[in-house]
């Protein structure tokens, strides 16, 4: 049971790890006299490499579905295989794979006229992330407000800040709304969005910085008075800062709002 | 845990998940790889919610027992929790690698059949045993390549890792129709070796599937184990050979690429049933 010339397994592994993932013709061969079977190994070889860069490809569209539907499957591999080769998987919960995804493609050739594609791969992961998530009834971030009003939030509840609005531009590429999607205002700015888990699916809002404030300083655990400060610091007065609560966080679904009773004395 | 019965499965796929869990559909167990279930905590609870109505089996397809490497700690201590939860009836994985240098490979490469890999899956398989107590299966793979290496046949390969540790096998019939075709020795030869090397107590479970053929560089037909179509004629009639040798197993179908829809994957499993009631009143002939 022994060959004279058996490699290593450990070698072999590596070797052949290595040569999987490599880009050149050259570099992709390994000695044609480790193997012998009916095929040249080369031949065998490529069925796994295909099978592996196909599996890494397919797992980083279901993550970026958004940025797959925009640029095309055939593109979208080409950007997922170079990826894979720069960055292999380290566990084998593919969903998991991808957290560099975003900042991979953000001068990836052939992108220059998409400036906003990383920013919507970043946004097609925190979906996708909230995505594996349950709902829960109960547990959400709960805030009183002055003594007088009870907020209970959603969870999970995340918020999202970019640079383009991703959130109006993911929207219509899903939806396959072209004219929504060439109405969509590409200018540069702060765009923020509130996103939230159901038993339906992730839903998304498009909030303004004075409610993301609030937001953030609510999920992390600040009290009502401390929550409201924060999203004062974007000067305005305390009777906006409510008022643009009022109109964007009260009716958006992921709060519930509980009027709360005088103690009697 | 409910046992998994000898009869016809299916792999469960997160597409058919809502379906299975508003109509039940008749399908005597189920089988998921536990890896899609790790990360997705939505997924786990949807499953959590089937898997009180059916038995099920984990498939897994990333333990990689065959590194000389070993098995990553962290990836068994995150299966071993499913395992927990879930309460299986069947854990399985693959006689192949997919990690290296740290890094995983999500593919189901091929060993050289050589005495240190037979030592190094042997370690392996029994570290998981050890680590989540029970036993698990171990399949045999497609393979597309052979090492020049390789001195033992794969189906003594199998036999001996099973013998040494406990452990059971996964007999997956279209896996040996496509690895001899691809290295061009007869289905049926192949199957009377693997038949005449594994003790027919080893074997726990029966996998089926379909596959693609395609046309390589030289003109040659290569059969790729895609998990994509429905089972052919020859496969069938390799597992009504492997139930006339080993007995009624519990038999799953598998489809991964292409997935169709449920209908059709449990029509899949009628066949494979009828084929299984076809063996038991045989059996029961016999005994009376």
């Known amino acids: 049971m022994h060959a004279p010339s058996e490699p290593a397994l450990a070698a072999l592994q590596s070797q052949m790890a290595a040569a999987l993932l490599a880009v050149t013709p050259e570099a992709q061969q390994l000695p ?58 380290r566990v084998p919960q593919l969903d998991e794979y991808g957290s560099g995804f975003a900042a991979y493609i953000e001068r990836f050739p052939g992108t220059e006229n998409l400036p906003y594609l990383a920013e919507l791969a970043a946004f097609d992961w925190q979906v996708a992330a909230l995505g594996r998530l349950c709902h829960a009834s109960e ?15 959603a969870t999970p509840l995340r918020t999202h800040r970019a640079a383009y609005p991703v959130g109006q531009l993911r929207a219509a590429i899903l939806a396959e709304d072209l004219e929504t999607l060439r109405a ?48 004062g610091e974007v000067e305005q007065s305390a009777a906006e800062v409510v008022a643009t609560l009022a109109k964007e966080i009260l009716p958006a679904g992921f709060v519930r709002v509980e009027t709360i009773a005088p103690q009697s004395v | 845990m409910n046992p ?25 167990w189920l089988e998921v790889h536990p890896e899609n279930y790790m990360a997705d905590e939505s997924a786990r609870a949807e499953l959590e919610a089937i898997s009180a109505h059916y038995p099920l089996s984990l498939h897994a397809v990333g333990l990689s027992l065959g590194s000389a490497e070993g098995v990553d700690q962290a990836h068994l201590a995150r299966l071993r929790r499913l395992v927990e939860r879930l309460r299986p009836a069947l854990v399985s994985d693959h006689l192949s690698w997919s990690t290296s240098s740290g890094h995983y490979l999500p593919d189901l490469l091929p060993l050289p059949y050589t005495e240190e890999a037979l030592r190094i ?77 594994l003790d027919a107590g080893s074997v726990g479970e029966i996998h089926l599937a379909g596959h693609a053929r395609v046309t390589v560089g030289s003109g040659e037909e290569l059969r790729i184990d895609d998990h994509g179509d429905h089972v052919c004629a020859e496969v069938w009639t390799l597992y009504e050979k492997s139930l006339a040798h080993f007995g009624p197993c519990p038999t799953l179908i598998e489809w991964d690429t292409r997935l169709p829809e449920l209908p059709v994957l449990l029509a899949e499993a009628a066949l494979a049933q009828a084929r299984l009631d076809e063996r038991q009143r045989h059996s029961y002939a016999r005994a009376v």
């Open chain 1, 32 to 89: 044609p006299e480790l193997f012998a079977g009916a095929h040249p190994g080369a031949v065998g070889l490529r069925v796994h490499r295909n099978t592996l860069l196909g599996a890494i490809s397919n797992a980083l569209r279901m993550s970026f579905s958004a940025v797959d539907r925009l640029v095309g499957e055939e593109f979208f591999d080409r950007m997922a295989v170079e990826y894979a080769r720069a960055m292999p998987p």
């Open chain 1, 139 to 153: 547990g959400g971030a709960v805030l009183e407000l002055e003594g007088h009003v009870r907020l209970t939030f």
């Open chain 1, 184 to 231: 969509v205002d590409l200018t540069p700015g702060e765009y923020r969005y509130a996103l939230w888990r159901s038993d339906q699916g992730v839903n998304v809002r498009a909030v303004s910085v004075v409610s993301a404030r609030f937001l953030d300083a609510a999920l992390s655990g600040a009290d009502g008075t401390a929550a409201l400060a924060a999203a």
């Open chain 2, 4 to 28: 998994v019965p000898a009869q016809a499965g299916i792999g469960l796929r997160l597409p058919h998940h809502a379906q299975v869990l508003a109509s039940r559909p008749r399908a005597a």
């Open chain 2, 121 to 197: 899956v042997c370690r392996n398989v029994a570290q998981v045993q050890d680590f989540l107590g029970r036993k698990i299966l171990v399949e045999n793979p497609s393979t597309y390549l052979r090492f020049a290496a390789s001195v033992v046949p794969e189906a003594e390969f199998l036999a001996a890792v099973a013998r040494t540790t406990g452990c059971g096998v996964v007999f997956d019939v279209n896996n040996i129709f496509v690895s001899a075709s691809n290295q061009r020795i007869a289905p049926a030869q192949a199957l009377s070796d693997w038949c005449r090397a």
